[in-house]
């Protein structure tokens, strides 16, 4: 399954994976950062998905740090330890294997893995090239985040001259939010660009229904004549992430990019799958126990 990410266009860097496939070398995947404070959402189901395919396909360990934004749960230990066990259940529902795979809460200013990250962040600066023309100073003061896509020559860097092995960056190309590249920014508005793990499948279909950008015609001769533009098309390019099968993927690719087949076919394609997706991952997260264990610190 790992290889449709390559033969659908999917990833930055994509021949890294490749590389990892081939089975030549060990290595283990870093998944991010999770921030419990905030509700999952497809973005996130589409990268922990990835995470498993490879994880599948390679038998290899998955790291995962878990981190709290929110001041409030910060006072609060219980509510915070709660909210990480909720994460941690959403993030191993997705299908990780639960022996291979390790989730971190904030480690402690001790640890082996807080130490690795100053003695890197010490090798590397935000020069005025990348970042903006901001005044040159150490990452470790601001603790800036690197890895943009595009981005990951600089941590490469900063491990060469920190004397550790350097890091293989696969980037998955971000989900797009329902209404497309070319919704307006000031009129954004989540509970409608977003579809969240928690939503119930009559708002999962609303939200398609209604926000998700078509690239098909605006006229059914126009659509006949020309095809849908893959390129802009919402509806399209979340089932090239989720869609598991390459022969009804190619089909609809195929179909619809020649204009045989219409938006409405392909959006509730969306629904059902999202919908079927969705229920799994709930019942997947109840069957998780309630005392998950989280590894504090390395």
């Not at 890294?16 to 419990?36: C, H, I, P, Q, S």
């Not at 533009?229 to 509806?235: C, G, R, S, T, Y």
């Not at 204009?259 to 991952?281: F, I, Q």
């Not at 998780?288 to 390395?298: G, P, T």
Request: charge should be positive.
């Amino acid at each position: 399954m790992a290889a449709r990410y390559l033969t659908r266009g999917l990833l930055e860097n994509s021949s890294v994976l490749a590389e990892l496939l081939e089975g030549k070398e060990r290595f283990y995947l870093f998944a991010g950062t999770f921030d419990v404070s905030e509700q999952l959402d497809l973005r996130h189901l589409a990268s922990l998905q990835f995470v498993k395919d490879v994880q599948t396909a390679t038998a290899a360990p998955v790291v995962i740090i878990l981190s709290c934004t929110d001041s409030k749960l910060s006072i609060d230990p219980a509510k915070r330890k709660a909210c990480f066990d909720a994460q941690a259940r959403s993030v191993l529902a997705c299908g990780l294997d639960k022996s291979r795979t390790f989730i971190l809460t904030p480690p402690s200013i001790s640890s082996r893995i807080y130490r690795s990250v100053v003695d890197v962040s010490k090798c590397m600066l935000i020069n005025e090239a990348v970042f903006c023309r901001l005044p040159q100073t150490l990452l470790g003061e601001t603790f800036t985040k690197c890895l943009r896509i595009g981005q990951d020559r600089f941590p490469k860097a900063a491990f060469e001259r920190a004397n550790l092995p350097e890091p293989a960056v696969v980037q998955l190309k971000p989900l797009p939010m329902l209404q497309g590249e070319l919704g307006n920014a000031q009129t954004f508005n989540s509970n409608c660009q977003l579809l969240f793990l928690s939503d119930d499948p009559p708002m999962i279909e609303m939200k398609i229904r209604k926000h998700a950008f078509s690239g098909g015609g605006s006229t059914k001769e126009e659509h006949e004549k020309h095809g849908a533009n893959l390129e802009i098309d919402v509806p399209y390019k979340y089932l090239s992430y989720f869609l598991e099968s390459d022969n009804e993927w190619a089909n609809i690719k195929g179909e619809y990019g020649g204009g045989k087949m219409y938006t409405g076919a392909v959006k509730e394609r969306l629904v059902c799958l999202v919908k079927e997706m969705l229920a799994s991952h709930k019942m997947a997260s109840m069957s998780i126990s309630d005392k998950v264990r989280l590894v504090c610190a390395l």
